[in-house]
């Protein structure tokens, strides 16, 4: 039981990509948050977050003629005389679903085909940043200021939510600050119309309608008005972006109102309920997400693996020690990662990196909630320096290098454009036969030698 969020990245950068149909909090498109919170300022007067508006000087006191309205498209007035069909057929099947016809025709009043939509589901543009630009943006030093502001503002919040669930507030915090700026980009589609409109269309219908069905028992259930339930045009909602399915099995109401609020403007029911969902899916106390280390000379990068887990201690025996050139100390059985290979950042990571990447499966998100929370904890930026002259590989290039890679004989077993564990075990594979640091990182470089 995963959650989608709403935005459906694909932030398939090196080494993962989203599960469509899963019950994280995400369905993402190519929508940059961290890019859009370069715009965002602390106001010094209110600490509250502001958006630094367009100095344009507006005309006062002039009236125009209105235009007179276009007609519609053709096709537009065709797809809503279609649609309306639709719902009359879905409201049966709504119905079955325990949806009183009330609620139903509620939910539906004044719904129209929203071909903006299916504009923006088809054409997402590939995101092919890199893990480190993302890192800039995810960890940037407008997002720590407004992250830290956020935190102080609600500080007795959070210090009730982490006593609550047990969940770091910076973590919770940080999630947050992604999905939605700390509450300033949290959708204004109307959810019906949306999720609606997508299950209208036939390219993902079936998993829209559910999520159709779970928005009308959050309507049903009296927690948000129809018109009030908005979000992202993809589904996701609220202040940490959850998409309905996920909603129902994870929200809570912890301002005790009756009410699971996640669209208003206090946050309150919105952050706990993402700790609500970390913590689920076992959230560890007191452990990190992961620590930047140092690897010895002469590291055999085989062991940088997800599966192998050894001790703190263990690690250290064999040279790998945290930033300070001590042991990191002990806080349960951790895995080496190299997101950029032997020329990146190393990270020791812990069971806390597996619960985050519960919320959004790519490696770079993950990175940027942990590094996130550090920073608002406190802590110093990544040390390590970033191979800055590599460019992400576009999603034709990842699956030429899965060909290629394969054509050789190191098999890659799909050819899917996602570079998972065992695209990275056939790079090592292929370095090792050509002799160069096994170390897995799927480049540009190692392309252009596969060709």
Same mark, same amino acid.
């Not at 200021?145 to 915090?173: C, H, Q, S």
């Not at 928005?215 to 309905?244: E, N």
């Given at each position: 039981?995963?959650?989608?969020?709403?935005?459906?990245?694909?932030?398939?950068?090196?080494?993962? #990509? +989203? !599960?469509? =149909?899963?019950?994280?909090?995400?369905?993402?498109? &190519? $929508?940059?948050?961290?890019?859009?919170? /370069?715009?965002?300022?602390?106001?010094?007067?209110?600490?509250?977050?502001?958006?630094?508006?367009?100095?344009?000087?507006?005309?006062?006191?002039?009236?125009?003629?209105?235009?007179?309205?276009?007609?519609?498209?053709?096709?537009?007035?065709?797809?809503?005389?279609?649609?309306?069909?639709?719902?009359?057929?879905?409201?049966?099947? #709504? +119905? !079955?679903? =325990?949806?009183?016809?009330?609620?139903?025709?509620? &939910? $539906?009043?004044?719904?129209?085909?929203? /071909?903006?939509?299916?504009?923006?589901?088809?054409?997402?543009?590939?995101?092919?940043?890199?893990?480190?630009?993302?890192?800039?943006?995810?960890?940037?030093?407008?997002?720590?200021?407004?992250?830290?502001?956020?935190?102080?503002?609600?500080?007795?919040?959070?210090?009730?939510?982490?006593?609550?669930?047990?969940?770091?507030?910076?973590?919770? !915090?940080?999630?947050?600050?992604?999905?939605?700026?700390?509450?300033? $980009?949290?959708?204004?589609?109307?959810?019906?119309?949306?999720?609606?409109?997508?299950?209208?269309?036939?390219?993902?219908?079936?998993?829209?309608?559910?999520?159709?069905?779970?928005?009308?028992?959050?309507?049903?259930?009296?927690?948000?008005?129809?018109?009030?339930?908005?979000?992202?045009?993809?589904?996701?909602?609220?202040?940490?972006?959850?998409?309905?399915?996920?909603?129902?099995?994870?929200?809570?109401?912890?301002?005790?109102?009756?009410?699971?609020?996640?669209?208003?403007?206090?946050?309150?029911?919105?952050?706990?309920?993402?700790?609500?969902?970390?913590?689920?899916?076992?959230?560890?106390?007191?452990?990190?997400?992961?620590?930047?280390?140092?690897?010895?000379?002469?590291?055999?990068?085989?062991?940088?693996?997800?599966?192998?887990?050894?001790?703190?201690?263990?690690?250290?025996?064999?040279?790998?020690?945290?930033?300070?050139?001590?042991?990191?100390?002990?806080?349960?059985?951790?895995?080496?990662?190299?997101?950029?290979?032997?020329?990146?950042?190393?990270?020791?990571?812990?069971?806390?990196?597996?619960?985050?990447?519960?919320?959004?499966?790519?490696?770079?998100?993950?990175?940027?909630?942990?590094?996130?929370?550090?920073?608002?904890?406190?802590?110093?930026?990544?040390?390590?320096?970033?191979?800055?002259?590599?460019?992400?590989?576009?999603?034709?290039?990842?699956?030429?290098?899965?060909?290629?890679?394969?054509?050789?004989?190191?098999?890659?077993?799909?050819?899917?454009?996602?570079?998972?564990?065992?695209?990275?075990?056939?790079?090592?594979?292929?370095?090792?036969?050509?002799?160069?640091?096994?170390?897995?990182?799927?480049?540009?470089?190692?392309?252009?030698?596969?060709?």
């Amino acid at each position: 039981m995963r959650i989608l969020t709403a935005i459906t990245v694909a932030i398939c950068m090196a080494q993962g #990509a +989203l !599960a469509e =149909g899963t019950k994280r909090p995400i369905l993402r498109p &190519a $929508f940059d948050v961290p890019a859009v919170q /370069a715009a965002l300022v602390i106001s010094p007067t209110t600490s509250r977050l502001a958006v630094e508006r367009s100095l344009r000087p507006r005309l006062r006191g002039v009236v125009r003629e209105a235009a007179p309205a276009e007609p519609a498209p053709v096709d537009l007035i065709v797809s809503n005389a279609r649609f309306q069909a639709w719902i009359k057929g879905f409201r049966p099947r #709504a +119905l !079955a679903k =325990g949806i009183s016809g009330a609620t139903f025709d509620q &939910a $539906f009043q004044g719904v129209r085909y929203d /071909a903006d939509v299916i504009k923006r589901d088809r054409n997402q543009s590939e995101f092919t940043k890199t893990l480190w630009d993302y890192l800039d943006s995810a960890a940037s030093d407008v997002r720590i200021a407004n992250g830290k502001a956020a935190v102080a503002k609600y500080r007795g919040t959070l210090d009730r939510i982490e006593a609550n669930f047990g969940v770091d507030k910076e973590v919770v !915090a940080a999630v947050w600050g992604l999905e939605s700026a700390y509450g300033t $980009f949290r959708g204004s589609k109307d959810l019906v119309g949306s999720l609606a409109t997508l299950a209208f269309d036939a390219r993902r219908g079936a998993f829209f309608e559910q999520q159709l069905i779970a928005g009308l028992k959050i309507l049903q259930s009296g927690d948000v008005a129809p018109r009030s339930m908005t979000g992202s045009w993809a589904g996701a909602m609220g202040h940490t972006q959850f998409i309905p399915t996920s909603y129902l099995d994870y929200a809570v109401d912890f301002t005790g109102d009756g009410k699971r609020d996640i669209w208003g403007d206090d946050p309150t029911d919105a952050l706990a309920s993402t700790a609500n969902y970390l913590a689920k899916f076992g959230w560890v106390k007191g452990q990190p997400w992961g620590v930047e280390v140092t690897l010895p000379q002469g590291f055999d990068y085989a062991l940088a693996n997800r599966k192998i887990l050894k001790s703190p201690a263990e690690w250290g025996a064999i040279g790998i020690k945290g930033m300070n050139g001590q042991t990191v100390p002990n806080h349960g059985q951790a895995s080496i990662l190299l997101p950029a290979g032997a020329k990146g950042a190393a990270f020791m990571i812990f069971k806390n990196f597996s619960v985050i990447e519960r919320y959004n499966t790519a490696d770079a998100y993950v990175i940027g909630v942990g590094h996130l929370s550090d920073r608002l904890k406190g802590q110093p930026a990544i040390r390590s320096g970033w191979p800055r002259g590599d460019r992400a590989l576009k999603f034709a290039e990842r699956k030429e290098m899965q060909r290629l890679l394969t054509a050789k004989g190191f098999d890659t077993k799909k050819i899917d454009g996602k570079i998972g564990p065992l695209t990275i075990e056939a790079v090592r594979g292929f370095q090792r036969s050509v002799g160069l640091v096994p170390d897995g990182y799927a480049s540009l470089d190692i392309l252009k030698k596969l060709r």
